[in-house]
């Protein structure tokens, strides 16, 4: 399987270059040149499978011959040796026909965890063998940064550097990414919010002087490593519920458009999946273009869903890039009005196609709490607010009665206490293997909103 940028102007990668390089050089993502297959008898064999066994056929066809067959299987199983569910990732009845997916039993308590567990096996594989030591860089709203220094912390051929937007994380996420004390990880506090950080993330892909001099490699959503590693629990879930024999719909609690995006890419493989749903919170961006078909900028709120505090919805453009007939010319136009203007406009038939996949909903801040409490005193879950976000919104969208709905629960309530607490009285608890996250020191380093500042401290950084 060979890998393209959405942008179409550069060269085609293998899966190791794609996962190992992140970003395309032309600005563009990568994406798989087709679309990959399984038969319904596949799927079908799925039902009763241990998750490690589903991971290795989904993935196999993405990752080709890059690694050997034991290799990959090895891989896939350090990865998940680490949750804290034998299921990885299991299923809970919320409703007649409505199921909650969590996605948070990882080191890190949100699903970021799934991808970046396997991310840090497979650079570790790679690197190994090709002899060579790379710097990730990465941007987070909270929950990919100490995911990402879960996956490489005390790894060798790895320096990890990540920024978040300084104050507007939780403590938890903050602590989780502070108190690692591996040299090779450092966490740098950006004075701006999370598009700040990952406007200046790409900044340094396009700085090819300084990507190249770092050996720069990025694992946030816009490796394609991570997206396909979130495919595999879309086929895992909707078995357990009957498919292939039956359909089945998701509802995904949405930020930078990675995960829902692996719910398209497990349709596209022969999922038969009904209806995409995505659920913003205030900052609403993507649930604005499905109704206007504008896709404009106005400004993030910060809100009591951190993770999802985002306006420039990288992944976005690996569905535009579909909805365009894989026309990388009309991806660069779009995306350069993006940043020049703040806005463009999708066509009209691509908002058609957009509208056959994906449904859409909001949440505000209030409606958000509300979703918590009700949760709780209905069915006794206590949910955070990015998957409350997600239930509000699966339980208001029109839809199917008959298909199981099943909404994914992106992280652990305990990650987001002071928002839990105050909308449903109760304190969510740390896993005891979390216990004593805050008494354990941080080691953080303050840095401007500016690129030559950062990549200055990256520098100086490696070279000791
Ligand atoms: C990252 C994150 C999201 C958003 O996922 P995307 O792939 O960015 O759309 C939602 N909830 C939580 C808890 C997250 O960490």
């Known amino acids: 399987m060979k890998y393209i940028s959405t942008r179409g102007q550069s060269p085609a990668l293998t899966f190791e270059e794609a996962m190992l390089s992140g970003l395309a050089r032309d600005g563009g993502l990568y994406v798989p040149e087709t679309w990959p297959t399984l038969s319904t008898d596949q799927i079908a064999d799925f039902a009763g499978k241990p998750y490690e066994e589903v991971a290795y056929t ?46 948070f039993h990882g080191p890190t308590l949100a699903f970021k965890d799934v991808a970046m567990q396997l991310i840090g096996q497979m650079f570790q594989v790679a690197l190994k063998r090709r002899g060579e030591r790379v710097t990730i860089v990465g941007a987070t709203s909270g929950d990919t ?42 966490a740098l506090a950006v004075a701006g919010d999370f598009d700040d950080c990952q406007a200046r993330l790409k900044d340094m892909f396009n700085d090819f002087d300084f990507r190249d001099g770092v050996k720069l490699a990025g694992v946030n959503s816009i490796n394609w490593a991570r997206v396909m590693a979130q495919v595999v629990y879309y086929f895992t879930s909707a ?28 349709k596209r493989m022969g ?19 499905l109704q206007t078909g504008e896709h404009t900028k106005m400004g993030v709120k910060p809100s009591i869903s951190p993770s999802m505090d985002i306006e420039v919805s990288s992944n976005f453009e690996r569905l535009v890039f579909d909805l365009y007939d894989r026309e990388g010319g009309a991806v660069v136009q779009l995306m350069d009005a993006l940043k020049n203007d703040g806005t463009f406009t999708l066509s009209q038939g691509a908002v058609a196609k957009l509208h056959d996949e994906f449904d859409s909903g909001n949440c505000s801040e209030a409606e958000t709490s509300d979703a918590i409490k009700r949760a709780y005193v209905d069915v006794g879950e206590v949910l955070c607010p990015h998957s409350a976000i997600a239930v509000k919104v699966a339980d208001n969208i029109k839809r ?53 500042a950062i990549e200055t401290i990256i520098r100086e950084r490696i070279a000791q």
């Open 400 to 452: 199917d009665k008959t298909v199981p709905m099943i909404t994914l629960a992106t992280a652990h309530p305990a990650k987001f206490p002071a928002a839990v607490k105050a909308a449903c009285g109760v304190t969510p608890e740390l896993p005891a293997r979390m216990e004593d996250l805050f008494n354990r020191s941080e080691r953080l380093t303050k840095v401007d909103n500016d690129l030559t």
């Open 145 to 186: 940064g100490s995911a990402a220094i879960e996956a490489f912390k005390g790894l060798d051929a790895v320096d990890v550097f990540i920024m978040f937007p300084d104050g507007r994380v939780s403590d938890v996420q903050r602590r989780q990414m502070t108190t690692p004390s591996q040299s090779n990880i450092h």
């Open 58 to 103: 989904v993935m196999k066809p993405f990752v080709g011959d890059t690694f050997t067959d034991s290799e990959f299987k090895e891989i896939i199983n350090k990865a998940y040796a680490g949750f804290a569910h034998t299921a990885r990732c299991p299923l809970v009845q919320l409703d007649d026909n409505h199921f909650l997916l969590e996605l």
């Open 271 to 289: 999922l038969p999946i009904d209806r995409l749903v995505m659920a913003t919170n205030q900052n609403d961006i993507l649930h604005r273009t």
């Open 239 to 266: 078995v357990s519920l009957g498919a292939p024999h039956r359909k089945v719909s998701f509802t995904v609690p949405t930020g930078n458009f990675g995960d829902i995006f692996a719910g398209y890419v497990a």
